[in-house]
């Protein structure tokens, strides 16, 4: 077997462990903590007839181990139980949340990471000058803010005290196609840019800096490379392969970041259909959610891991 | 300094020497200006406290958070009302008896906002603390075992760390229900893996150091290395990263309970009090706007403090050529 | 005579932006095919004065008055496309450590084809081709497609040390300017480098700056040398002239400071070390550490005063200095403690592994009670590993026996009985990683002493003051920290603590490799005096085999994991048996040919 294949199997192998420790967490934090599940969901009014009712409905009358398996298996081949709530399938109640929030983790990733990529290399380049000393200062300040923060400031600013351009909050029409309706994912996805972004700018600021003060960075500069040779094709390639990783993991976080954006929002996203199920403890639907956005974070940071050996010669090559 | 800098299996120390030691040294644009032999500053974290403060970011960010801190601190003793009377109508716009209004139940924005700072403070700080102390034990056992232990703690800590923060107290939360003690021990839980990467980071490049090897030829106990010879050489980027933690710690507290899960009503807590009053944000907005901008200005200031830390940390690696 | 290449006028490099002075007054003039050696020791300038004659400085320096003209052109008062074809063009540059020079991302071929690309070199890309071609020939290189290919991590250190010569020669300079293009080499590979660019040079009649920190590289290479300290030529003048007549103090302590193979020669280093910018004193910038000094030296900044036509130097007392005859006799002879004494410590069938790779095969060595074994290797030769294996620091598998006084020694340190682990000690190679950043001296030499003995107060004081005194540093070191020192006084440091502990055996692991070569000498003195005053058993591990003469009483070669040769240090230099040794001999660089010529 090659061995770039014989790596990325592993660390395929490896996600999937991870994915497995994580579904026990998922399930362990639910089920097999050590109190009574059925008389937490429904409370301490519940008749016994009900709470019977709800353990055999969830398997909590077998051994942990045994309910875990059978959760796994389920979760395995697509079937994620029924909703305690609505009484129907959790795959179908949460499908059309998962596109919702999907769009608007994507319009948020879609405008982030090139802007993002393009203020950090700048600054990099401009050190020390005002456009850096903007960017950094910016960004210092933004990372530094909770979403919810940059989210009502936004409300403020964009939808009631000051301008009155767009709503504060969503109303989607569920008739209609998500793409028709941009007006409503502008303020949510607005946030979400806010947030992730400054991490980015940050770490390529960061290694374009360093970059710049490398040795092989003078020695093109001293063979007498031209500034767009010197930066396009000596700098910049070096210094965007640590910002892979950093924009994976700020994509995984994107998919957790939606639970506050969503709810503060009013979004039909599953963060708000996450918020819902915690209140309601819908058991089910909590731990499809949870499994789903962990599930993510396992997957971008394969990927970008992954991508990380594949355009760096030194790792690439040096499997050999 | 190392005109005869050998390469191969032999040649254990880090790339961090390498640099233009020719002219002056491992401190190229610190040498500008030499600091004088009696103005060395011992302990680790004195000297980064006073490196960082000759950076205006630190101070700024040390002014925000002390007033954000102090007005926590003694808010309660300057409010004109107690967080839970009511004064007057609900919303009521701000006037002489209600400086910044009413809430959605009529009490006193101004008398909640002074009540309001210590949980989130003290929560987060607590939070934070778990995970430094959670997280610094793992790095520095990862990092100074090596191999099977190595392995095993990063992989279970990969684990909590393939959660969102907020995911994972949520996903607790469902059932075991929203209690200050359990939200304060699973932030500090999810901060640990993130600081146990760091510690473990730099406790594999102090543990290469050969002082740490001559140490070992000494004889000395493997706990007493790694707390009496590592730890003092990694508090730099320890405390900037408990810097960092404490900034999302903050934003964690205030983000829980402002979903709802944090201090319950009729409790004073910013978080809350952006939760209950933001139907009423158009009517109202001082219930909303100022918790919002306290909390903004707290993070901010801790993150610009931080980063006067990462700063002269920098500095100070250079000085010393530590780690 | 044929043409000036080169020409530098009172160059002056300052720190950026305090305006301390890096380098000042240096001034030199290179004609066609003529090669300088610019030699000095760390903190003396000459880097950065190298890449000024590109006008170029890192972050945080800046040049600051002066003029450098190449063929013809004032390189200061260029524009910036002006500039950027001279780089690489008419002037280029090698830099010291090849592998982080080389850009990681790109493949060689690459590398080198933008170079002629940009400089317009060639018409087409068939003749840039055959250009490459011809240069990778030239550096002895293959050209074949596939190694053009290669990612710069995929070639060795002398590899890619030759692709960077063969960039700097790709569009046929005027001038070429190497900072230390060797530094990182093997002696072999080194020798191979230098005399690759020795024949580019002369048959392409380019001027060539070779900045170096030994003086030992350029005594067959240079036509001229210029000494620099603390930021100015101090001495310049014709190779054979300043070797035979060198008339400043500091080029003559470093002559007696640099140890050479042929003749049993004790080495004598000068004291104190080199001062950084922004430290350096009033007057004379060598004076503190000069034998010579007198009143003016500390007042007085000495001008540039010729001795001959092309010999200048800068010093009050030159006409004194030079009056003194030889350079050599400068050092006294010392015999060293050697002869049948009995064997301390047995190393037998040692097998090492690093990881899963065998690293050493099967070795045995004896060290004798008193003596001083040399272990001399390059790189990858096993050399450290053998010295960690003695000292219980190795982590990874081994198979065979250490006995110490006839006993098996266990594996780690910390598994040894405390009195055999005192028995042993350990100096590092790198005296700015092996001393505890945070701690005192005090508490670092403390530590030992805590573990090994149960000293009362009083009784410590004592014992820190005696060590101290016998690695020749004053008391009032106690209370500084290890950023404060010298490399120098560090090393001594080092060597104390492992003093403290009262040990028979001494390994010491490269311990000179990380000093300039004056202070080398100085360390390398005060082992011998150990030695002789304490009885060490000492296992002196070094790569520089001109080194052994000066201390050791019996010398191992070690090659690829082996020792290929075994005996007496005079036999072993003077006859020796293998193939390996006779090439590591003839490899390594001497002054001896330059001292002795004519």
């Given at each position: 077997?090659?061995?770039?294949?014989?790596?990325?199997?592993?660390?395929?192998?490896?996600g999937?462990?991870?994915?497995?420790?994580?579904?026990?967490?998922?399930?362990?934090?639910?089920?097999?903590l050590?109190?009574?599940?059925a008389?937490?969901?429904?409370?301490?009014?519940?008749?016994?007839?009900?709470?019977?009712?709800?353990?055999?409905?969830?398997?909590?009358?077998?051994?942990?181990?045994?309910?875990?398996?059978?959760?796994?298996?389920?979760?395995?081949?697509?079937?994620?139980?029924?909703?305690?709530?609505?009484?129907?399938?959790?795959?179908?109640?949460?499908?059309?949340?998962?596109?919702?929030?999907?769009?608007?983790?994507?319009?948020?990733?879609?405008?982030?990471?090139?802007?993002?990529?393009?203020?950090?290399s700048?600054?990099?380049?401009?050190r020390?000058?005002?456009?850096?000393?903007?960017?950094?200062?910016?960004?210092?300040?933004?990372a530094?803010?909770?979403?919810?923060?940059?989210?009502?400031?936004?409300?403020?600013?964009?939808?009631?005290?000051?301008?009155?351009?767009f709503?504060?909050?969503?109303?989607?029409?569920?008739?209609?196609?998500?793409?028709?309706?941009?007006?409503m994912?502008?303020?949510?996805?607005l946030?979400?840019?806010?947030?992730v972004?400054?991490?980015?700018?940050?770490?390529?600021?960061?290694?374009?800096?360093?970059?710049?003060?490398?040795?092989?960075?003078?020695?093109?500069?001293l063979?007498?490379?031209?500034?767009?040779?010197?930066?396009?094709?000596?700098?910049?390639?070096?210094?965007?392969?640590?910002?892979?990783?950093?924009?994976a993991?700020?994509?995984?976080w994107?998919?957790?970041?939606?639970?506050?954006?969503?709810?503060?929002?009013?979004?039909?996203?599953?963060?708000?259909?996450?918020?819902?199920?915690v209140?309601?403890?819908?058991?089910?639907?909590?731990?499809?959610?949870?499994?789903l956005?962990?599930?993510?974070?396992?997957?971008?940071?394969?990927?970008?891991?992954?991508?990380?050996?594949?355009?760096?010669?030194?790792?690439?090559?040096?499997?050999? | 300094?190392?005109?005869?800098?050998?390469?191969?299996?032999?040649?254990?120390?880090?790339?961090?020497?390498?640099?233009?030691?020719?002219?002056?040294?491992?401190?190229?644009?610190?040498?500008?200006?030499?600091?004088?032999?009696?103005?060395?500053?011992?302990?680790?974290?004195?000297?980064?406290?006073?490196?960082?403060?000759?950076?205006?970011?630190?101070?700024?960010?040390?002014?925000?958070?002390l007033?954000?801190?102090?007005?926590?601190?003694?808010?309660?003793?300057?409010?004109?009302?107690?967080?839970?009377?009511?004064?007057?109508?609900?919303y009521?716009?701000?006037?002489?008896?209600?400086?910044?209004?009413?809430?959605?139940?009529?009490?006193?924005?101004?008398?909640?906002?002074?009540?309001?700072?210590?949980?989130?403070l003290?929560?987060?700080f607590?939070?934070?603390?778990?995970?430094?102390?959670?997280?610094?034990?793992?790095?520095?056992?990862?990092?100074?075992?090596?191999?099977?232990?190595?392995?095993t703690?990063?992989?279970?800590?990969?684990?909590?760390?393939?959660?969102?923060?907020?995911?994972?107290?949520?996903?607790?939360?469902?059932?075991?229900?929203?209690?200050?003690?359990?939200?304060?021990?699973?932030?500090?839980?999810?901060?640990?893996?993130?600081?146990?990467?760091?510690?473990?980071?730099?406790?594999?490049?102090v543990?290469?150091?050969?002082?740490?090897?001559?140490?070992?030829a000494?004889?000395?106990?493997?706990?007493?290395?790694?707390?009496?010879?590592?730890?003092?050489?990694?508090?730099?980027?320890?405390?900037?990263?408990?810097?960092?933690?404490?900034?999302?710690?903050?934003?964690?507290?205030?983000?829980?309970?402002?979903l709802?899960?944090?201090?319950?009503?009729?409790?004073?807590?910013?978080?809350?009090?952006?939760?209950?009053?933001?139907?009423?944000?158009?009517?109202?907005p001082?219930?909303?706007?100022?918790?919002?901008?306290?909390?903004?200005?707290?993070?901010?200031?801790?993150?610009?403090?931080?980063?006067?830390?990462?700063?002269?940390?920098?500095?100070?690696?250079?000085?010393?050529?530590?780690? | 005579?044929?043409?000036i290449?080169?020409?530098?006028?009172?160059?002056?490099?300052?720190?950026?932006?305090?305006?301390?002075e890096?380098?000042?007054e240096?001034?030199?003039?290179l004609?066609?095919?003529?090669?300088?050696?610019?030699?000095?020791?760390?903190?003396?300038?000459?880097?950065?004065?190298?890449?000024?004659?590109?006008?170029?400085?890192?972050?945080?320096?800046?040049?600051?008055?002066?003029?450098?003209?190449?063929?013809g052109r004032?390189?200061?008062?260029?524009?910036?496309?002006?500039?950027?074809?001279?780089?690489?063009?008419?002037?280029?540059?090698?830099?010291?450590?090849?592998?982080?020079?080389?850009?990681?991302?790109?493949?060689?071929?690459?590398?080198?084809?933008?170079?002629?690309?940009?400089?317009g070199?060639?018409?087409s890309?068939?003749?840039?081709?055959?250009?490459?071609?011809?240069?990778?020939?030239?550096?002895?290189?293959?050209?074949?497609?596939?190694?053009?290919?290669?990612?710069?991590?995929?070639l060795?250190?002398?590899?890619?040390?030759?692709?960077?010569l063969?960039?700097?020669f790709?569009?046929?300079?005027?001038?070429?300017?190497l900072?230390?293009?060797?530094?990182?080499?093997?002696?072999?590979?080194?020798?191979?480098?230098?005399?690759?660019?020795?024949?580019?040079?002369?048959?392409?009649?380019?001027?060539?700056?070779?900045?170096?920190?030994?003086?030992?590289?350029?005594?067959?290479?240079?036509?001229?040398?210029?000494?620099?300290?603390?930021?100015?030529?101090?001495?310049?003048?014709?190779?054979?002239?300043?070797?035979?007549?060198?008339?400043?103090?500091?080029?003559?302590?470093?002559?007696?400071?640099?140890?050479?193979?042929?003749?049993?020669?004790a080495?004598?280093?000068?004291?104190?070390?080199?001062?950084?910018?922004?430290?350096?004193?009033?007057?004379?910038a060598?004076q503190p550490?000069?034998?010579?000094?007198?009143?003016?030296?500390?007042?007085?900044?000495?001008?540039?005063?010729?001795?001959?036509?092309?010999?200048?130097?800068?010093?009050?007392?030159?006409?004194?200095?030079?009056?003194?005859?030889?350079?050599?006799?400068?050092?006294?002879e010392?015999?060293?403690?050697?002869?049948?004494?009995?064997a301390?410590?047995?190393?037998?069938?040692?097998?090492a592994?690093?990881?899963?790779?065998?690293?050493?095969h099967d070795?045995?060595?004896?060290?004798?009670?008193?003596?001083?074994?040399?272990?001399?290797?390059?790189?990858?030769?096993?050399?450290?590993?053998?010295?960690?294996?003695?000292?219980?620091?190795?982590?990874?598998?081994?198979?065979?026996?250490?006995?110490?006084?006839?006993?098996?020694?266990?594996?780690?340190?910390?598994?040894?009985?405390?009195?055999?682990?005192?028995s042993?000690?350990?100096?590092?190679q790198?005296?700015?990683?092996?001393?505890h950043?945070?701690?005192?001296i005090?508490?670092?030499?403390?530590?030992?002493?805590?573990?090994?003995?149960d000293?009362?107060?009083?009784?410590?004081?004592?014992?820190?003051?005696?060590?101290?005194?016998?690695?020749?540093?004053?008391?009032?070191?106690?209370?500084?920290?290890?950023?404060?020192?010298?490399?120098?006084?560090?090393?001594?440091?080092?060597?104390?603590?492992?003093?403290?502990?009262?040990?028979?055996?001494?390994?010491?692991d490269?311990?000179?490799?990380?000093?300039?070569v004056s202070?080398?000498?100085?360390?390398?003195?005060?082992?011998?005096?150990?030695?002789?005053?304490?009885?060490l058993?000492?296992?002196?591990?070094?790569?520089?085999?001109?080194?052994?003469?000066?201390?050791?009483?019996?010398?191992?070669?070690?090659?690829e994991?082996?020792?290929?040769?075994?005996?007496?240090?005079?036999d072993?230099l003077?006859?020796?048996?293998?193939?390996?040794?006779?090439?590591?001999?003839?490899?390594?660089?001497?002054?001896k040919?330059?001292?002795?010529?004519?």
């Amino acid at each position: 077997m090659p061995p770039l294949l014989k790596v990325i199997l592993r660390r395929t192998l490896l996600g999937l462990l991870t994915l497995l420790l994580v579904s026990g967490v998922v399930f362990a934090a639910t089920q097999a903590l050590p109190s009574d599940t059925a008389r937490a969901i429904l409370g301490r009014e519940a008749t016994p007839e009900r709470l019977a009712a709800l353990r055999e409905q969830l398997d909590l009358n077998r051994p942990a181990i045994v309910q875990y398996g059978s959760w796994l298996g389920g979760v395995a081949t697509g079937d994620l139980g029924d909703s305690l709530v609505a009484k129907q399938p959790v795959t179908a109640l949460i499908s059309g949340r998962v596109k919702n929030s999907a769009a608007l983790v994507l319009l948020a990733a879609l405008i982030s990471v090139p802007l993002a990529l393009l203020l950090g290399s700048l600054s990099g380049l401009l050190r020390d000058r005002g456009f850096d000393t903007v960017v950094s200062l910016g960004s210092l300040t933004l990372a530094a803010l909770p979403e919810f923060v940059v989210g009502i400031l936004l409300i403020l600013l964009l939808a009631t005290q000051v301008f009155h351009i767009f709503p504060a909050v969503t109303l989607l029409d569920p008739e209609s196609s998500i793409l028709a309706q941009l007006k409503m994912l502008v303020l949510p996805s607005l946030t979400l840019v806010l947030a992730v972004a400054p991490y980015i700018v940050r770490t390529l600021r960061a290694s374009m800096i360093e970059v710049l003060e490398s040795d092989y960075i003078q020695m093109a500069r001293l063979k007498g490379m031209s500034e767009r040779t010197v930066l396009g094709r000596h700098a910049l390639p070096n210094a965007i392969v640590p910002a892979i990783q950093v924009i994976a993991l700020n994509l995984a976080w994107l998919a957790g970041g939606v639970v506050v954006v969503e709810y503060l929002f009013n979004y039909p996203g599953i963060g708000s259909a996450l918020m819902d199920a915690v209140s309601n403890r819908d058991l089910p639907v909590i731990q499809a959610i949870t499994l789903l956005i962990a599930g993510l974070y396992v997957i971008f940071n394969l990927v970008a891991d992954i991508l990380t050996i594949l355009v760096s010669p030194r790792l690439r090559t040096g499997l050999q | 300094m190392s005109p005869e800098r050998k390469k191969g299996p032999q040649a254990l120390h880090g790339p961090g020497l390498e640099l233009s030691e020719e002219v002056i040294g491992p401190g190229f644009e610190n040498v500008s200006a030499p600091r004088a032999q009696g103005d060395k500053r011992r302990s680790e974290w004195v000297q980064l406290a006073h490196d960082a403060l000759g950076y205006r970011r630190t101070k700024i960010g040390l002014v925000l958070v002390l007033f954000v801190a102090v007005l926590a601190i003694l808010g309660p003793l300057l409010a004109p009302y107690t967080p839970y009377e009511f004064t007057g109508l609900p919303y009521a716009q701000p006037g002489s008896d209600a400086v910044l209004g009413t809430d959605h139940l009529g009490r006193d924005v101004l008398s909640r906002v002074l009540y309001g700072g210590r949980s989130v403070l003290l929560l987060a700080f607590a939070a934070t603390a778990i995970g430094s102390f959670l997280g610094v034990t793992f790095g520095l056992v990862a990092g100074y075992t090596r191999d099977a232990v190595d392995d095993t703690v990063m992989r279970l800590l990969d684990v909590v760390l393939a959660f969102p923060q907020i995911v994972l107290v949520l996903l607790f939360v469902s059932i075991l229900g929203p209690k200050v003690w359990l939200i304060v021990l699973i932030v500090g839980l999810t901060h640990s893996p993130r600081i146990a990467r760091v510690t473990r980071g730099a406790t594999l490049e102090v543990r290469e150091r050969d002082f740490i090897k001559a140490a070992e030829a000494l004889g000395v106990s493997r706990i007493r290395i790694a707390i009496g010879e590592i730890l003092p050489t990694i508090t730099s980027p320890l405390l900037v990263e408990f810097g960092l933690r404490l900034t999302y710690s903050i934003g964690l507290i205030a983000a829980l309970s402002f979903l709802g899960f944090g201090l319950q009503p009729p409790a004073a807590d910013w978080g809350l009090m952006i939760n209950e009053n933001r139907i009423g944000l158009i009517v109202q907005p001082y219930a909303v706007f100022v918790p919002v901008a306290l909390i903004a200005v707290l993070t901010i200031g801790t993150n610009l403090v931080t980063d006067g830390m990462a700063r002269a940390m920098i500095g100070i690696e250079r000085d010393t050529g530590a780690a | 005579m044929s043409r000036i290449a080169l020409t530098v006028r009172d160059l002056r490099i300052e720190l950026d932006p305090s305006g301390i002075e890096i380098d000042s007054e240096v001034s030199f003039e290179l004609h066609e095919g003529e090669v300088l050696g610019l030699v000095g020791e760390s903190a003396s300038g000459k880097t950065t004065a190298a890449t000024a004659l590109l006008n170029f400085q890192r972050r945080g320096a800046r040049i600051a008055g002066g003029s450098v003209n190449v063929a013809g052109r004032e390189v200061f008062a260029l524009g910036k496309s002006q500039l950027r074809h001279l780089r690489g063009g008419e002037i280029s540059y090698v830099p010291q450590d090849p592998g982080s020079a080389l850009n990681p991302a790109l493949r060689i071929g690459t590398q080198l084809r933008e170079v002629l690309e940009e400089h317009g070199f060639g018409s087409s890309d068939a003749e840039r081709r055959d250009r490459v071609d011809e240069m990778m020939a030239e550096v002895l290189l293959p050209s074949d497609k596939e190694f053009l290919r290669r990612y710069p991590h995929q070639l060795s250190g002398g590899q890619q040390q030759r692709v960077v010569l063969g960039m700097a020669f790709a569009c046929r300079p005027k001038v070429i300017v190497l900072d230390e293009p060797t530094t990182g080499l093997d002696v072999t590979t080194q020798a191979h480098v230098l005399s690759t660019l020795r024949d580019l040079a002369r048959a392409h009649g380019v001027a060539a700056v070779y900045v170096t920190h030994d003086l030992a590289v350029v005594a067959e290479l240079a036509d001229r040398i210029a000494v620099m300290y603390a930021g100015r030529i101090v001495e310049l003048g014709p190779s054979h002239e300043l070797f035979r007549g060198a008339s400043h103090p500091y080029t003559r302590g470093l002559l007696a400071a640099i140890p050479v193979i042929e003749g049993r020669r004790a080495l004598k280093g000068i004291p104190g070390y080199a001062p950084r910018p922004g430290r350096r004193p009033v007057g004379c910038a060598f004076q503190p550490r000069c034998s010579y000094a007198v009143e003016r030296c500390e007042t007085e900044m000495p001008p540039e005063t010729t001795v001959s036509q092309s010999h200048l130097v800068r010093c009050w007392r030159a006409a004194e200095v030079s009056a003194v005859v030889s350079v050599a006799s400068d050092a006294n002879e010392s015999a060293l403690v050697g002869g049948d004494q009995e064997a301390l410590l047995q190393v037998k069938n040692l097998t090492a592994w690093y990881g899963s790779r065998e690293i050493l095969h099967d070795v045995d060595i004896t060290l004798r009670a008193h003596e001083c074994l040399a272990v001399v290797g390059e790189s990858g030769s096993g050399k450290t590993t053998l010295s960690r294996c003695i000292a219980g620091l190795h982590a990874f598998k081994m198979t065979g026996d250490i006995e110490f006084q006839g006993a098996p020694l266990a594996r780690h340190a910390r598994s040894r009985p405390v009195p055999i682990r005192r028995s042993i000690q350990y100096v590092f190679q790198n005296p700015y990683s092996s001393l505890h950043p945070r701690k005192t001296i005090a508490q670092i030499l403390k530590q030992p002493l805590d573990i090994f003995f149960d000293l009362d107060r009083d009784q410590r004081e004592e014992r820190l003051a005696e060590l101290l005194e016998l690695v020749s540093l004053e008391g009032s070191l106690l209370r500084r920290y290890p950023d404060q020192l010298s490399g120098g006084e560090r090393q001594r440091v080092a060597i104390a603590r492992a003093l403290a502990a009262d040990p028979t055996v001494l390994v010491c692991d490269e311990v000179t490799s990380w000093l300039d070569v004056s202070v080398q000498a100085s360390i390398v003195e005060l082992l011998v005096r150990l030695q002789r005053e304490i009885g060490l058993c000492m296992l002196f591990v070094t790569h520089n085999l001109a080194l052994i003469r000066s201390i050791a009483f019996e010398a191992a070669v070690m090659s690829e994991g082996r020792v290929v040769e075994y005996g007496p240090t005079d036999d072993v230099l003077a006859n020796p048996r293998a193939q390996y040794t006779r090439s590591l001999l003839a490899d390594t660089p001497t002054i001896k040919g330059a001292l002795s010529e004519g």
